[in-house]
């Protein structure tokens, strides 16, 4: 029993931790809480990873946690990189330095904006340090969410991994509000999409008489009834995984939620909801319904392209950073549904020896994550008495304030744009080839048509850093060592990613196939 | 040669770590850690050059082998030229703009970083540049185009006229969609030898495959368009003008002198060199573009008003020529428009400076604000016909050799295109010396009076001296380059299969 | 068609012809001193400018002295150059042809060179910039010796443009002078469309022959098709009218006037001007298989030497009456050239002599305008020969010889060409014969108007003879005008006969044929019109016209209203819309599709209304839309 449940330790690990910190809660005095939750919160993440990567040396593919998990390359890669990314969201999570000694986020989440209890609260130099718990948590059911072996574990996944983002947008210190409001329409859509999901997974089961992945695909090449059914349960379960990948039509959350939310949420959002929402999309569609990639194709690329289109076009018209990453990554969602579209091989993911689809897109993901990371961890430096001053007006001669800054953020922003040496290039080729590969050429050029208007948008942030005359009522605060560590992994992991990314392709080929 | 140090790799990084070093040097003294850096470049690329006759400097390291990119450089006669070229200008331009950063006349905005940041991306354009050209590796080759783009802006952005960021921004934007749309094709080329059976890179490595005659169209169309938005030809130049007119001189001349050359060289290396049934069928078209690029570059130039507008349509027309040199497939043509490539990169950078002389005396470039300048300044006036003469390839001059041989050369085979085309070399002689007799004779006004108050000093003298000498030795002696460079174009027409046409063969009995 | 002509196949340099480079090494580097030396060599710049042109004599002299001492088939003599081009099957060097035509050239050259530079030394006397002036005229003679001397097309093309590039440079020596500043761009420009027919010549040749040597070219003539060598005579004339300002290339000459006189002496009269006539000849064999281009040249000759003497007759500007004689002597040259192998030598012989006598001319007009404090309008001259003797002497001789007195110079020169005229073609001999008797009528008003009447001077002016310095080279060159012509009557044709395939027929100097007769009689009936019409009163101003002759030649035959109105206007035209095409169409479209997806993108962000309630119905509406998709794509 339990040998049946090792492989899916770190899962469990990250759970138990959660469990923990709760107890934390309660046990360590209200000072140092702080403190020791982001220490434990950091430990429980690397004790995860470091037990993943021995586990991926160790473990042949296999299905765990009584057929529940499958612990196959993917999976471990995903794993890996969600507690990576996780790490350096923790540690903008913890970020005091920047806030002036407060954390970013709100004293007392329960209270009113700007009633007495909160004036209070703040007085008492409250903090809610459930945010870290709620972290884990969340981790937790992304990496059951990319690993599940069925579609209930995946509902329940993606509804553990949700809520607690749910909290966690809505706990702002500053502009409490903007970030309520942005909370509750996150749970009202997500809600919504989690309706749909649930019922998609009903009629996939009404289809195939069974939740597991490798049932339903064997229902489906046995034609076993009326495809109409099937379709409908298809188009419902994607479209809610779609939502959480934030592609259009189903992205309007994206901009609002980001930019009401605590910076570090955004970022740990921006970042592991999505390589989480994505991999969980590619094991369903690969795995499960793998023979119906005629059906599911095409109408991907109608998605993938609105998604790059709408990202490309109205990030050209904003005027607020973190408003612009948030449509960045409407933008970067259909890149990386190209990838997906791609689908060179489907049920295991491999492509004789080659970059796949599958190794494709993780370092896609590995690459936006470490740009995206280290932009909004130079979001939360940019302030105006005190907040965040995210628009670009305060902006302006930033990079000719502190030329330094202004590289990296620039570097950030060239791998987003896809500017080789970067990261951000690597994936966008390796994305772009497996969709080429695929046979979607057509689908590459509009995706280089895209790429192009972002890079206007991109571009626009470059020049308003160094071309305009620096705006005075914006500080520039100095980071702390957990943002600086960001920063720097982020330069570092982008750069690296860029010019010797042979390495992590390998890995990620090696390990890019399915089990089920 | 011992090959354990890989010379081609200190080529192209040297000017890079000096980039650095001059931008982590604030200052004046960054300035000069910049000049010096440039000044060890040019003699180690001089070396290079010479030493790369009879040596094989290829490198060649497996990069991403998942996807087979290499990092292989290596260097032929064509890169040999560009190398020269680029190891060349790029002193004479710091040393032209060693006074920017006390440049605040009308014309010029307040400089936007110190004195250090413009020699800093200068090598840095410089070092990229020279992995462009002896990349020979399609990814490799694609990764450095681009990543010239960012310094570009950056060049063109820190100083010069009001609207230099709008115009930097037009440029990238330009340069970018040419180069995405490249990116099309290059994974285009990851899928065909992935297709094949061994993902690739490598030049040499795709020429040997087969594929559909629609694949191989649809890359060189990919290739194309990125190569002619960089070499300016018309429909795809809008970007350059507008550029020039605002870029400090010194900046446009690295982009049109050198950057600009990737349009032309890919053209060669790339489209000619791994799809060649495309670029014949292609040719009908493109030779079409390039005759209208030549005269509509000319005309363009002799209606310009502003004098660095003017000088960046002329490039139009020359680049146009190159083009034309090109898709004529032969011997003779290709190496004319190689060799082209090069007198153009000193005759556009001759020219540029010198407005660029003018426009710090005067704070205008605008052509309606000067007149009788020659009075106040002879030797300005002088070396400004001279590089003008240069660009309307008056023989004797280099222009003229890569001219006439481009011409000669490509007669037999498209003879209306070089009959159409030959008439630019009249509109040019009214470009040039039209502007030269608004700008330098007549009465001079009282502003012209007051603001030219110095001919040419000691440093601009450096400046052009070895522009104009370069000129003047590869118009006479041009049979020594030609040498250089024909081994490419001789690889060329090999690749494509085509033999030049037999003397008689056009008009015999 | 094989050509008949016998193809003198050069023989290579030893002795003193190897030394030949020397004649355009010593001015060159007189040149490059004078430039690059600046203000220091201001001094004794134009001493050495002199000695730069002596120098090239010299060694033209005695290479021709060592040439007569050689057999007829030694005197082409190649003087080897280096590779210049030489890649595929281009093949081109630089190399020199010695021969008697290219060194009768050079002897003229640097001949008459030497008399107009020691007149502009003290011509030039007070022009703070004689140094530069001095400079580019050794860059001239450079230019010139190289168009001459060179063995192949590519290299005469270098002096081609050499030569326009200086006579650029000279016209618009006085640049603070708009006037001047526009003539010389003009003469370049107009230059420029000619030499595209000697580009299109030598894209040509390469392309047929493989090379532009001369004697290559002579040699494989015959394998072309008769199509391409009348293109090729064709391109080689548009090249020959644009340098000798032939119709229909014509209209800059008579600016090119607006620069010092030495310069129109040497460069616009007796030299550079000519060289389309070179030009013609030294491509003898590739009219000589082509009737219709040959004929074209001939055309055009007469055209243009009607046209000339048309404006000698009507302008009033001393210089512009000598500029319109000069087109009109160059017509007859072409004239002869376009006759064939017997009119070459003809064309050749009366392009020497009348490089003496209009090189006199021009600078007796000089040396006139020097008295006239630099006046060129004749209306304000007369009755100049009281006071400068030796200028109306001098004047007076090359005046008779270029109307044709025997037994004077142009006597002789044109006689040939008149009479070849006449067996060509009745009309080309009537028309030539017309234009000698106009040549007299305005020479003789010219005369009459600046040397003879009563003197009409402006106020303050007051005339003197000129310095020695400008009077020697009168001297010299008007005794050339006396005795050129019996000399050389004979002998020029034997010593033109290998390079230009003539077959002579010799004549002593006395023996005239009938059409020099009449030639004559036609003459003193225009030397009489002449002078029954000016030697009245002759007013102070220009006379406002009606006579359309006199209004059209007036105008120089209207060719810069006809250049005014298409090129400059309706190229004018044609550009701004090119200009506007290109901001409002090319560029256009590529700002509006900035602003396109500017306007879309702001379009699409209003449906972010920030309402909860409509984002759910968007999703609402994007799953029945993922629904209709998968629907459809199972259909299809």
Known sequence: ?516 | MDNSIPLLTVLGVLPLIFSLIAFAVRGRAGKHVAFVGSLVTMVFGIWIFFAAASNDFSEMVPWIKAIGAWYALSLDGMGRAMVLLSVILVPIVLIAEWTLDSKQTDGHLEPRWGSNVFGALALMVEGFGLFVFMASDVLLFYIFFEATLIPMFFLITGWGGAKRGKAAMKFLLYSLAGGLIMLFAVIGVYAVTAGAGQPSFLIDDFAAIAMSETVQKMLFVGFFIAFAVKAPMVPVHTWLPDTAEQAVPGATALLVGILDKIGTFGMIRICLGMLPGASLWATPLVVVLAVISIIYGAVLAITSTDLLRLVSYTSVSHFGFMVLGIFAFTTSSITGSIFYMLAHGFSSAALFLAVGFLQNRRGSVAIADFGGVREFAPLLAGVFLVSGLATLGLPGTANFAGEFVIMTGAWPRQTAAVAVAVFATVLAAVYVLWAYQRVFTGQPSDEVKKSITSDLDGREKLVIGPLIALLLVFGFFPQPMINVVEQTAVTTMNVVGMTDPLPGSMGGK | MVSLLEIVIPVEATGLFSYSWLMIAIPMLVSAILLLGGKATDSWGHWLGVLGVLGSLAVALALWITMLGLPVAERAVHVSGFDWVSVGNLNLQAGLLVDQLSILFALLVTGVGSLIFIYSVGYMAHDPNRRLFFAFLNLFIVAMLVLVLADNYLLLFLGWEGVGLASYLLIGFWQGRHSAALAAKKAFVVNRVGDLGLLTAMFTMVGLFGSVNFTDVNQAVGSASTTWLTALGLFLLLAACGKSAQVPLQSWLLDAMEGPTPVSALIHAATMVTAGVYLVVRSHSIYELTAAASLAVCIVGVVTLLAGAWIGSTKDDIKKVLAGSTMSQIGYMMLAAGIGPAGGAFAIFHLFTHGFFKANLFLGAGSVMHAMNDDTDMRHFGALRKVMPWTFVTFGISYLAIIGIPPLAGFYSKDHIVVAAWEQGWYFGLLATLGAGITAFYMTRLMMMTFFGKKRWAEGVHPHESPKILLFPLIVLSIGAIVLGVVLNNAIQYWLAPPTGGHPHSAAWWDIPWQGWVTLLVVLVGVGIGYLMYRGEISYEQPHTINPIVYIGRNDLLADQFNDVVFVRGGGAAAAAVATLDDVIVDGSVRSAGSLAKGIGGALSKLESGYARSYGLTMVIGAIAVGVVLILGRLA
């Open chain 1, 1 to 516: 029993m339990l040998q049946e449940f090792l492989p899916a330790a770190p899962v469990l690990l990250v759970l138990l931790g959660g469990t923990i910190a709760i107890i934390f809660e309660g046990a360590v005095p209200r000072l140092v809480r702080p403190t020791v939750q982001a220490a434990w919160t950091l430990l429980v993440l690397l004790g995860a990873f470091c037990w993943t990567l021995y586990g991926w040396t160790v473990y042949q593919p296999q299905l765990t946690a009584m057929n529940a998990l499958t612990l196959d390359g993917p999976a471990q890669l995903a794993w890996m990189l969600l507690l990576f990314f996780a790490a350096l969201g923790a540690l903008l999570f913890a970020e005091r330095r920047v806030g002036g000694g407060e954390s970013p986020f709100a004293p007392n989440a329960s209270a009113v904006p700007s009633s007495q209890v909160e004036r209070e609260a703040i007085a008492a130099r409250q903090e809610q340090t459930e945010v870290f718990p709620l972290l884990l948590f969340s981790v937790a059911g992304m990496m059951v969410f990319v690993a599940a072996n069925d579609l209930l574990v995946m509902f329940v996944a993606l509804e553990i991994l949700s809520f607690p983002l749910y909290v966690l947008s809505g706990m702002a210190r500053r502009r409490r509000l903007l970030s309520q409001e942005a909370s509750l329409k996150y749970f009202l859509l997500g809600g919504l999409s989690s309706a749909i999901f649930l019922y998609g997974i009903a009629l996939v089961f009404g289809y195939a008489g069974s939740f597991y992945f490798r049932d339903i695909d064997l229902a489906i090449q046995a034609n076993a009834q009326s495809p109409w059914l099937l379709l409908c349960g298809l188009g419902m379960v994607a479209i809610g995984v779609l939502f959480k990948i934030g592609a259009v039509p189903f992205h309007n959350w994206v901009p609002d939620v980001y930019q009401g939310a605590p910076t570090p949420v955004t970022a740990f959002m921006a970042i592991c909801t999505k390589l989480a929402a994505t991999m969980g999309l590619l094991r369903l569609l690969y795995v499960a319904l793998g023979s119906l990639r005629w059906d599911w194709q095409p109408m991907l690329a109608v998605v993938a392209v609105l998604t790059m289109l709408v990202g490309s076009l109205v990030g050209l018209v904003q005027t607020d950073v973190k408003r612009l990453l948030a449509y960045s990554s409407v933008a970067h969602a259909g890149f990386i549904l190209v990838g997906v579209i791609g689908a060179v091989t489907t049920v295991n993911g491999l492509a004789d020896d080659r970059v796949g689809s599958v190794s494709a897109i993780l370092i896609y993901l590995a690459a936006y994550g470490l740009a995206t990371m280290g932009a909004f961890a130079i979001v939360t430096l940019v302030r105006r008495s005190g907040a965040e001053a995210t628009s670009y007006a305060s902006w302006a001669g930033l990079g000719r304030r502190d030329p330094m800054l202004g590289v990296l953020m620039t570097i950030f922003l060239l791998s987003m744009a896809g500017i080789p040496l970067t990261g951000g290039f690597v994936g966008k080729l390796a994305v772009f080839a497996a969709a080429w590969n695929g046979g979607y050429s057509w689908l590459v050029l509009i995706a280089v048509v895209a790429s192009l208007i972002t890079a206007g948008f991109y571009f626009r942030i470059v020049w308003v850093m160094f071309g305009q005359t620096p705006n005075s009522e914006t500080a520039l605060v100095s980071p702390g060592v957990g943002t600086q560590i960001v920063i720097w992994v982020g330069v570092i992991g982008t750069i690296l990613l860029g010019v010797l990314p042979g390495p992590l392709l390998d890995i990620a080929i090696n390990s890019a196939g399915f089990i089920r």
